[in-house]
Nanobody
Framework: QVQLVESGGGLVQPGGSLRLSCKVS????????IGWFRQAPGQEREGVSC????????YYPDPMEVRWTVSRDNAANMVYLQIHNLEPEDTAVYYC????????????????????WGQGTQVTVSS
C-alpha cells in the first residue's frame, strides 16, 4: 500500500528557506514519480514540481521559477522540495502525491496525480 507523509513545514520569514520532506512507501520505483503541489487559502491547488523515482528526472512547470529544487533519496525512501527566498505568496499547504511518468529510456514525470496523497504540511511565510 502506497503511503506518503510530508514534513518540514512551518513559519519562516520572507527571504528564508525550507526543505520539505515526503516519506514514501509502497512505491514501484521503476514506474512511479512524486509530485509536489500546494494550495493557498481560497485558491486552487497547483503543481510546482515532480521527480521520477527511477532516474531522478525532474520537471518544473514554470521555467522562470528558480526557487524550487526537487530531489530524491531512494535508499531513504524520501523526496524533498527545497524552497529558497520564500515570499508571503508562498504561504500554502504543501502536498506530495504520486504522479504519472513515462516508461521510456528517460522517465519524464508530469503533474497528473495518480491517486495517492500525503496529508500536507503547512508553510507560512510571514515576518
Amino acid at each position: 500500500q502506497v503511503q506518503l507523509v510530508e514534513s518540514g513545514g512551518g513559519l519562516v520569514q520572507p527571504g528564508g528557506s525550507l526543505r520539505l520532506s515526503c516519506k514514501v512507501s509502497g512505491l514501484t520505483v521503476d514506474r512511479d514519480a512524486i509530485g509536489w503541489f500546494r494550495q493557498a487559502p481560497g485558491q486552487e491547488r497547483e503543481g510546482v514540481s515532480c521527480i521520477s523515482m527511477r532516474d531522478g528526472t525532474t520537471y518544473y512547470p514554470d521555467p522562470m521559477e528558480v526557487r524550487w529544487t526537487v530531489s530524491r533519496d531512494n535508499a531513504a525512501n524520501m523526496v524533498y522540495l527545497q524552497i529558497h527566498n520564500l515570499e508571503p505568496e508562498d504561504t500554502a499547504v504543501y502536498y506530495c502525491a504520486t504522479v504519472g511518468a513515462t516508461s521510456g529510456r528517460t522517465s519524464f514525470c508530469n503533474l497528473r496525480p495518480t491517486g495517492y496523497w500525503g496529508q500536507g504540511t503547512q508553510v507560512t511565510v510571514s515576518s
